[in-house]
């Protein structure tokens, strides 16, 4: 990791993102270096492995503990769905996962809730509702993919604000009369400017990995749409 940094530094780069589950006590060791070489190391809070997960609650409270502008989060949006994206649903549909497994994760967003969260308290038991949909090989493989799209409010980044260095924005799927389909990017943006967060924000476009068959990918309208 020494060298990264010292390779960032030469290139220009002040920020690193650490990918998720990166244990909390190489923080404190590379501080020096961070400060030397003006390279800060942040680590990615994202989907199915955010606030709820051990290895991230330490890293972020080494973070606060620390309080060093050269160590940090990075926020990765899709803790923010407030619906599944509707490109997951018809690309798993189209080979072959059953359509009541969406249904029932879709009631879940309409209860404010989603699934990695009914697993975390069911202690990773699938729902009896939701095993009487999985009719098919292939749902056993779908399912367990599907509580990578989370729910949770803005407020949570109330106390992090100030250990933010930069957000993802990942979007699935801009529609045609705007706004990004399974994530509110107004509320959002309201509530960082409301914080007094001045980071910068980036497009993470990701539907693309669920372009229908036969279709074309369409990644550089959907981050144009992304940016107006």
């Not at 060298?3 to 589950?21: C, F, P, T």
């Not at 202690?123 to 292939?138: D, I, N, Q």
């Amino acid at each position: 990791m020494i060298d990264e940094i010292i390779q960032a530094n030469r290139l220009g780069i002040h920020l690193i993102r650490l990918v998720s589950m990166v244990p909390y006590w190489v923080i404190e060791p590379l501080l020096p270096y961070c400060e030397k070489y003006d390279v800060t190391i942040a680590i990615e809070i994202h989907a199915a492995m955010a606030f709820d997960v051990p290895e991230t609650k330490a890293f972020i409270e080494e973070v606060k503990r620390l309080n060093s502008p050269y160590a940090g989060l990075v926020i990765d949006t899709g803790i923010f769905c407030r619906r599944l994206p509707r490109v997951v649903r018809n690309y798993e549909m189209s080979i072959g996962t059953s359509e009541g497994i969406f249904d029932y994760v879709d009631s879940l967003f309409e209860q404010g809730t989603d699934l990695h969260q009914v697993l975390k308290k069911s202690g990773g038991r699938y729902p009896e509702e939701l095993k009487k949909e999985m009719k098919f090989e292939h749902d056993h493989i779908s399912v367990p993919l599907l509580d990578g799209y989370e729910n949770y409010p803005l407020e949570v980044l109330d106390d992090l604000i100030p250990y933010i260095k930069h957000f993802h924005l990942k979007m699935f799927e801009m529609t045609q009369e705007g706004p990004e389909y399974s994530m509110d990017y107004k509320a959002l943006l309201t509530y960082l400017h409301a914080k007094g967060y001045d980071g910068y924000v980036a497009t993470e476009y990701e539907g693309n990995r669920f372009t229908l068959a036969g279709q074309p990918m369409m990644e550089k309208q959907q981050v144009a749409a992304n940016q107006k």
